[in-house]
């Protein structure tokens, strides 16, 4: 069937070689993907470079099946041998095609914007499976070989049915968790959301489960005996090969490395996978797996330099002492300028380096600066003029960073790793470590100087909070500043030496939430005298000079005693204030900062103390923006705004661009090389515990960093990043890279209005969801009627509905026709996104539970879901509970499928409350305090496989404080506190930095939180739209109240 395909393309593959210079032969090709053989297992086919390919399956040379806009993949040829699905991102979103094997037109299936993803063909060779997003997280669907709109296969919200494999009697196989999906990469999981290999039977509604081990078992794949293959990772922690049989499974491999996506073809001889991103095959009757020794001709663009431009992409910069020059840093390439930026160089630094930092020294003709070397960021300097190549200071394997020079930029303090902060020499570019203490790598304040340069002032952690401490430089000792249970951020000193000026929320704790509304205090660190008007009259008679020397000399004076009583508000006490710089202007003190609380725009604003005037606060014209920060220079001043310097004039209150052209160049091949090093070492230098669950993190490293220089396409290294970060069987990882070479020219956007048609007839409605668009005409359409036009368009039924609804944008609205026999008629609908109407069916979900409790309590008990453990639940929760939770008797929390937050401690210390007084009026009825007291009422907390994250440490607090009885089953073992940082290109990487303990120090990320009532809700009852959990918790909740 293929001999003349093939062909054909080789007799081509000769002149596309010789022709395309950048094209070149690549042997046994790296990054190959999701692979899948012919029913004949002659012939593999794969996705390389975003394009799809096919190979003889014992080798040879492959052809380039594809070359369409964006990625091409997931290819699964029909069991006829005919047609050939797979899923692309031609239109800006994965959509299902399909084309003939043997060549011809590649037809479109799907038109939704949600990725839909092919899994298989039905047997019969005549229906497509994919897993979409467009209705919940994710779920099968199935569309007819020859078009049509799709079709779900299995039904409720919460099933996350996927890996779809049908078997040749009828069942479907799949896995449910998220550790089979986006969590694939996480290996050696152990919990109760592990991925079993299951089957549905749509006949006869018979649900089964085949697997039981509490780790990995999955991506199902069926011959057309029925024999099902799948991963595993039972046996030594690697995904490997693996047969279902009668008594369990039966292992097939045991490679030290894992195997990806296998595929069998349908005679049953061959089974195709990726092992160390390249192609093996395994001779079902030898029990064997070779390596396939393909071929192919490559084209790798990653070396070729690119041109990026510096405007708007300033990350970091200085000014030179003498105020005629700039220094920045941009796409984490160090230049140098004239002060208008008119003229501008580009220093050179290492390719494999990122710089970060940059300080100009006092000569006015170096820089200081940081870098990445392996990963972490270290001390260099260079000549500012080109002339000498740079010069590495330090050679650390943890991150220098946060450096601050002294008045005459001969000293240098700077932050090192977790826990020091260091002194240097700009001189000799020698360092040593003068505090080390709990600092962290990250959010920490940078250091500084005292005007004097006696006192170093810097935070570190006490209780998860900063507080504030400075050095003793000459008596070598530690001064702590501030001690409380909340974070002091930010600190900067006045230029007199007086106040130390920072951030601060005084009664609110920054963990977990992050600092919320934020205000600028500051420390008087000696009393001070006040002023007189008297003392203005008497200096008039002194001499000249006679007090100007004395002044002009600062000490810095610290009385320990007292400091708490001499806090002082600076600025506005409503909104968030944040980044605090002081300066003088003549004896003005200027304090500048960050603000929101004009009409919740973010700018700088300024506050004026001058003497014997009352403070005046005025915004800084031109500055709106959430970053920035500011230079002083000769007594200038300078703020980077959006990734543009500009001059700021402190007196005027106003700001004037820099305008900085200048074009550079760079290649992404060096580019993800630095990528890759700086990820693994921050993630080396923050990982929440240093066991990295039992992975050798360098060892790691190792292994990836030998795949580099096999990376071709971002997504090749979007694959192994996360991989890599897979490795330490942690959740809250991951890693997110887009970039313009990537961008397809059109797009795609689907324009939902929250009708559910007939499956079986797709134009007919079926209903309506509540709140959604055309919720408004609920009593014009009726189930029943039927779709005829779209925006004038007549509809045909055999063509799928979503493409009438697909645009390359929003349509503010959309005409609809409808036929009712002999009658039609037609609406306008303002049309919402599809993710909206998902949400929406989720509510109709939680609607349903309400309904269920209300009936069967009899409206004595309440009922709240919540989604997440985000604001916007928090306070439908708290909405919840001044109302229903408390007109009744008890209360049902459910939080499953809860995806977590950071607003535990609020809804604990809600649920906590107990009464412990009355109060009324006279003659009138007595009332509690607290006015809310739901603890004094029977809690049951509802939590399942699902419930992660915050979710997790709220079921674990709920136990604690004993409120309450949990009901349902573990949670996911997903709870570790997360930050995250950009990359050079603006790539991002989550960081899993605080870990989560209970009172007795179990590690909730590796335990979870089981239940007091074990009951489960399976995949076939949420077919029937059954719930035992909650049945068993209203029964519980009825028992305790009849007690009663």
């Known amino acids: 069937m293929f001999r003349t395909l093939f062909s054909i393309f080789t007799a081509s593959l000769f002149l596309f070689i010789n022709m395309n210079p950048a094209a070149a032969q690549v042997d046994a090709p790296y990054f190959t993907s999701h692979p899948t053989l ?89 229906t497509i499976h994919f897993t979409s997003s467009r209705e919940n997280r994710f779920s099968t669907w199935q569309i007819s070989l020859n078009g049509g709109t799709p079709a779900r296969v299995f039904s409720h919200y919460h099933n996350t049915d996927h890996n779809a494999a049908a078997h040749p009697d009828g069942r479907i196989f799949f896995n449910t968790s998220w550790e089979s999906k986006n969590q694939a990469h996480r290996k050696r999981y152990r919990g109760s959301f592990a991925p079993q290999i299951e089957s549905w039977n749509p006949e006869t509604g018979k649900y089964e489960v085949h697997t039981d081990f509490n780790g990995k078992d999955m991506w199902p794949a069926i011959d057309r005996t029925g024999t099902i ?71 790798s663009t990653l070396s070729q330099m690119q041109d990026f431009s510096v405007s708007g992409n300033i990350s970091g910069f200085d000014v030179s002492p003498d105020k005629k020059k700039l220094a920045f ?51 260099y300097r260079i000549a500012a003029d080109g002339s000498a190549a740079e010069e590495q200071l330090t050679e650390d394997m943890q991150n220098n960073r946060s450096l601050s020079l002294n008045g005459d930029r001969t000293k240098g303090v700077y932050l090192s790793g977790r826990g020091e902060v260091r002194l240097l020499d700009v001189e000799t570019g020698d360092s040593e470590t003068v505090v080390e203490d709990e600092i962290w790598d990250i959010r920490a304040s ?7 340069d006696r006192f170093i002032l810097y935070t570190a952690y006490r209780d998860f909070e900063q507080s504030l401490f400075l050095y003793d430089t000459e008596e070598e000792r530690v001064i702590q500043i501030t001690d409380t249970f909340v974070s002091e951020t930010s600190p900067v000193w006045s230029p007199d030496g007086r106040y130390i000026y920072f951030q601060t929320n005084r009664t609110e704790p920054s963990f977990p939430y992050g600092m919320r509304d934020a205000d600028i205090y500051r420390i008087a660190l000696d009393r001070i005298e006040p002023e007189f008007r008297s003392d203005r009259i008497s200096k008039l008679f002194e001499e000249d000079g006679e007090e100007s020397e004395k002044d002009s000399v600062v000490t810095v004076t610290i009385r320990e005693e007292g400091l708490d009583d001499r806090w002082e508000q600076v600025g ?101 090389t630095q990528m890759f090093e700086e990820m693994w070492a921050n993630f080396e230098a923050n990982f929440y515990i240093e066991t990295f669950h039992g992975t050798d993190w360098e060892e790691v490293r190792e292994q990836y960093r030998a795949f580099l220089p096999h990376v071709r396409t971002r997504d090749n290294l979007r694959e192994l990043k996360n991989d890599m970060l897979g490795e330490v069987n942690s959740s809250h990882v991951g890693f997110s890279s887009s970039g313009d070479e990537e961008d397809v020219y059109y797009g795609t956007m689907t324009q939902a209005t929250g ?56 349509d503010e609205e959309i005409t609809l026709a409808f036929d009712r026999g002999r009658n039609s008629y037609e609406i306008k609908v303002e049309p919402a996104s599809y993710f909206s109407i998902r949400n929406l069916l989720y509510d109709e979900w939680i609607d349903e539970r309400q309904k269920l409790v209300d009936e069967a309590s009899d409206e004595r008990i309440a009922y709240v879901h919540m989604k997440n453990m985000g604001g916007g639940e928090l306070q439908h929760f708290k909405e ?22 950071n607003v535990h401690d609020e809804v604990l210390r809600f649920l906590s409350q107990r009464p412990y007084l009355y109060w009324g009026y006279r003659e009138g009825e007595l009332a509690t305090q607290s006015n ?51 990359l050079v290109d603006g790539s991002f990487y989550r960081l899993p930095s605080w870990g989560v303990y209970t009172l007795t120090g179990e590690n909730l990320e590796r335990t979870g939180v089981a239940p007091d009532i074990r009951i489960n809700n399976s995949f076939s009852d949420r077919m029937s739209a059954d719930d035992p959990q909650l049945n068993r918790a209203i029964q519980y909740i009825m028992e305790q109240l009849g007690e009663e």
């Open 38 to 126: 012919t029913p004949d297992g002659e012939h593999i086919l794969f996705s390389y470079e975003s394009d799809l390919w096919m190979v003889p399956s014992q080798g040879g040379q492959a052809v380039r099946l594809t070359a369409m806009d964006g990625i091409e993949t997931r290819p699964e040829v029909s069991p006829d041998g005919q047609w050939v699905a797979f899923s692309s991102e031609q239109y800006g979103n994965m959509d299902v095609y399909i084309m003939p094997i043997e060549g011809g037109e590649i037809r479109q299936l799907t038109f939704h914007q949600a990725a839909d993803e092919v899994e298989g063909w039905s047997w019969d060779s005549q």
């Open 229 to 299: 293959y799948f991963v595993s990772d039972e046996h030594n922690g690697e995904y490997n090969l693996y047969r279902l049989t009668a008594g369990g499974k039966e292992r097939l491999t045991s490679f030290p490395t894992s195997i990806k996506h296998p595929s069998v073809s349908a005679n049953g001889e061959k089974v195709v996978f990726t092992r160390d991103y390249r192609l093996w095959v395994f001779d079902t009757a030898l029990a064997e797996a070779s390596l396939a020794e393909v071929r192919l001709a490559g084209n």
């Open 329 to 379: 840093v941009s796409r984490g390439e160090l230049f140098v300028s004239d002060a208008d930026g008119r003229f501008i160089r580009r220093l050179d630094t290492a390719k494999e380096g990122r710089v970060m930092e940059v300080k100009w020294q006092a000569d006015n003709k170096t820089l200081l600066f940081t870098q990445t070397w392996n990963g972490y960021q270290n001390l």
């Open 446 to 452: 940078a250091p500084s100087f005292s005007p004097d």
């Open 572 to 672: 506005q006490s409503f909104g968030t204030q944040s980044s605090p710089f002081v300066t003088l202007d003549g004896e003005k003190t200027v304090v500048l900062y960050r603000s929101n609380h004009d009409e919740g725009r973010t700018a700088w604003w300024k506050t004026t103390f001058e003497p014997f005037e009352s403070p005046k606060t005025e915004k800084i014209g031109g500055t709106e923006s959430w970053s920035g920060s500011i230079v002083e220079a000769g007594g200038s001043h300078w703020v980077l705004l959006g990734g543009e310097i500009h001059k700021m004039n402190v007196s005027a209150g106003t700001v004037e661009k820099i305008e900085t052209r200048h074009t550079f160049r760079r290649n992404l091949r060096d580019e993800f």
């Open 755 to 810: 009708i559910l048609f007939e499956p079986d007839d797709p134009y007919v409605v079926k209903r309506i969801v509540r709140q959604s668009p055309a919720w408004h005409h609920a009593e014009t359409i009726e189930p029943g009627d039927r779709l005829v036009r779209v925006n004038g368009t007549d509809v045909d039924p055999n063509v799928n509905r979503e493409s009438y609804f697909s645009a390359p944008s929003g």
């Open 880 to 901: 919840e509970m001044v109302s229903e939770g408390k007109r009744r008797d008890a209360l049902i929390l459910d939080l499953r499928y809860n995806t977590g937050g």
């Open 932 to 982: 809310f007291t739901p603890a004094a009422k029977p809690i049951v907390m509802l939590i399942n496989q699902q419930s992660l994250s915050d979710a997790e440490m709220t079921a674990a607090g709920f136990r604690e404080l004993g409120l309450g009885t949990l009901i349902g089953m573990e949670t996911y073992r997903w709870i570790i506190f997360t930050s995250g940082r950009s």
